[in-house]
C-alpha cells in the first residue's frame, strides 16, 4: 500500500524536517511514502486542492475530533487494509485553520491523534512515528512495547 502525505504549508522548524526525515527513511522498506504540500490559503481553495490530491484514494483526515486509535488498532487497520489491495491511502493534515465541518462531514474517515489541538508540525512528526510504529508491530519488530 502506498501513503501519500497531504500537509497544509511547508515545516515552520527545521527540527520537524529533521525528525520526519528519520522517519521517512526507516519507513522506505515497509512501503512507498510520499508527501505532498498545499500552500495556505483560503480553507475553501485548500480543501479543494486536497480533494484533488486525493482523487478516489481514501482520504483519512488527521483532527482532534476524530476517532482515536491505539497503536495496536492503527497496526491491525494498515494489516487489514494491505490484505484487502487498498492502492493508497491520503493522510491530510489541515493547516492553521484545520478542516471546516463541511469537509469534515465529507470525508469517509476521520483520526485523532490526541484530543489537544497541536501544531501541524508537531502532527506530523507524530503521525509518521504512529506509522513507523504500527509497521513494526505488522512486522514483529522489537519496537513497540505493550
Known sequence: MQWRIITVGKPGHSWVKEAVDLYWKRLQHYSHFEHVIIKEAPQEKVEKQIEAACGSDLCILLDERGRQLRSLEMAKWIENEEVSGRKRVCLVIGGADGHSPQFRARSRVCWSLS????????????????????????????????
Not at 138 to 145: A, K, L, M, Q
Open 115 to 146: 484530543t489537544l489541538t497541536m501544531q501541524h508540525d508537531i502532527a506530523w512528526v507524530m503521525l509518521m512515528e504512529q506509522i513507523y510504529r504500527a509497521y513494526t508491530i505488522i512486522r514483529g519488530e522489537p519496537y513497540h512495547r505493550e
